[in-house]
């Protein structure tokens, strides 16, 4: 099996990490590998914010928590988040931003490094609080985002196993 193909049947969501930090250099392959994702017209209408100091991590989970009324909300403990973000008036922002979410998380396996899509920014990257904040990050104004990359090491303490794909494949010949 090729190294691609091993990357892609082997990644799992992770949802907890270690503290151990994700070197430098992985990171800016993990951004390099959302870059070369496909974009509709080849437009790059995206932004990819890298979040790895931990009080403006623990910041945005706080205001999800408090936004969507989930207390203790942590994202899993991630060392560093990629915010994808792209332009509101997109007709394609979302399909490029989980073609690139979905380019950094493969690289992330082939480093041996976590990943889970987080989900909850999609309906409250509006509201003022947390718009404050992408503010402070230089998430510009007219950005949304669809989904958060949360990466860390996999913490051996929760087993992953392999998941069984169920999904139906018609082949017409
Ligand atoms: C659009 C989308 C939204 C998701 N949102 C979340 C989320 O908010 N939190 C989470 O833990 N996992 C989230 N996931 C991960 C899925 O739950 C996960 O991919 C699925 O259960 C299959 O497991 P696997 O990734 O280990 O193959 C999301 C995945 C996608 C594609």
């Known amino acids: 099996m090729n ?4 990357a892609i049947l082997t990644r799992r969501s992770i949802r907890k990490f270690t503290a151990d930090p994700i070197p430098a250099e992985v990171l800016e392959d ?3 590998a959302a870059l070369h994702a496909p974009s509709g017209m080849g437009k790059q209408t995206w932004q990819f914010t890298v979040v790895t100091n931990q009080e403006i991590i623990h910041r945005l989970c706080g205001l999800i928590g408090t936004e969507l009324g989930r207390e ?3 994202m899993y403990g991630p060392a560093a988040v990629i915010i994808p973000s ?5 007709p394609w922002g979302k399909e490029d931003n989980a ?7 493969l690289a992330a396996r082939s480093y041996g490094v976590g990943s889970v899509w987080i989900n909850q920014m999609q309906n409250i990257n509006d509201r003022p609080a947390v718009r404050a904040l992408l503010d402070e990050i230089g998430v ?3 950005h949304v985002i669809y989904g958060v990359a949360a990466l860390g090491y996999a913490d ?16 017409v010949k």
Do not use: H, Q, W
């Open 30 to 32: 993990l951004v390099k």
């Open 3 to 6: 190294e691609v193909m091993n």
């Open 156 to 171: 051996p303490s929760v087993p992953v196993e392999p998941k069984e794909r169920t999904g139906k494949v018609v082949y």
């Open 72 to 74: 203790g909300y942590d």
């Open 86 to 90: 792209n332009e509101k008036e997109s």
């Open 140 to 142: 510009p104004a007219d």
């Open 99 to 105: 073609c690139a979410m979905e380019n950094i998380f």
